[in-house]
């Protein structure tokens, strides 16, 4: 592919940085740090989440990649996106699917601090695997130090601050978590749709083959969720949770770790930006085909209550 002339304006970065950090803030608020213990007391689906969210994943992804001898600027976009943690909006998904929203909270909350270490490594790691991504890797100036500073401040910092504030102020985390998730997701969403359509004549030129690997991707994210928590046996609730969090990816964080570092990778700018439009589809289309459909959750509700019981009435 040859190169594309996308026109971003450098300072918008900035804006879009601080609109990641809100999303990551808006979502933490009701987190907590049962959250976390919860993968302990029940770990089987959140592990298998993780495991196919971060292993699985970006591992089929590059062999994939190399099978099909996909142009490494795609190839390359394509590793990125599969190294990201779940979207943030994997847990509302997961709620209107009937699946377990347990499971996708605490995913969501492990993989939100997994991701300062998990997302950068993958990312060169996978890339270095495949000859043709690695020789374009080769000619990106990768600063590991200025990376991982980029996650602190747009995923570490927001999460600490938003679970501190909702523990102290959990009314007022209550209150203002859905609206300020929706404000700030929606400025995101319109500074894709801005950057998109300030580039539309170049990104037009290979629309089709990244249209297909974008669906493509998200395809085999769905199936790989899903697949991991059936190979695993666990619950259909479960299993929606799983795919939903594997299928969903931030988008977001994909584009200020591009804009950052590599705003001259136009191809892989074009795979991100299309994958922050379908992956909302495809998961709302999913979301529509599953709330008709029972999961069991109801069950798996009561039995998760029952183990917190008795995890409470434990001594010590």
């Given amino acids: 592919m040859e190169p594309l002339d996308i026109n971003f304006d450098s300072s918008a ?12 803030f808006g979502v933490t608020l009701t987190l907590k740090v049962d959250d976390f213990k919860r993968v302990i007391r029940q770990p089987r689906a959140p592990i298998t989440g993780l495991v196919a969210q971060f292993f699985l994943f970006p591992a089929i992804t590059t062999f994939i990649i190399w099978l099909f001898a996909i142009p490494p600027e795609l190839g390359l976009g ?3 996106l599969s190294s990201c943690p779940g979207g943030s909006i994997s847990n509302i998904l997961t709620y209107l699917s009937r699946g377990n929203v347990a499971v996708s909270v605490s995913m969501t909350a492990v993989s939100s601090v ?47 601050l938003g679970m501190y504030l909702g523990s102290k102020f959990p ?16 400025v995101m969403l319109g500074f894709v749709i801005v950057a998109c359509a300030n580039n539309l004549e170049s990104m037009l030129k290979y629309i089709g083959i990244i249209a297909v ?52 990778m136009t191809a892989m700018i074009q795979v991100v930006g299309l994958w922050g439009v379908w992956h909302l589809v495809s998961g709302m289309a999913l979301t529509w085909f599953w709330s008709r459909r029972a999961s069991g959750q109801k069950e798996n509700e009561r039995n998760f209550q029952a183990l917190e019981a008795d995890g409470a009435r434990e001594p010590g």
Wanted: aromatic residues 10%.
């Fill in 171 to 186: 009314e007022f985390a209550r209150k203002v978590e859905r609206p300020f998730r929706v404000i700030s997701m929606t």
């Fill in 13 to 24: 970065l900035y804006v879009m940085n601080a609109m990641m950090a809100c999303v990551i």
């Fill in 114 to 160: 997994g991701a300062i270490v998990m997302t950068p490594f993958n990312f060169a790691f996978y890339a270095a695997l495949n000859p043709s991504t690695r020789a374009i890797l080769q000619d990106i100036v990768i600063d590991p130090v200025s990376l991982l500073g980029l996650f602190f401040l747009i995923l570490g910092i927001p999460l600490a």
């Fill in 213 to 264: 690997t974008v669906i493509g991707l998200n395809t085999l994210a769905l199936l790989i969720g899903y697949g991991a928590g059936k190979l695993t046996g666990l619950p259909e609730a479960d299993r929606r949770a799983v795919t939903m969090e594997v299928g969903i990816q931030n988008s977001g964080l994909g584009f200020s770790i591009l804009f950052t570092f590599y705003p001259e």
């Fill in 78 to 80: 394509m590793i990125l």
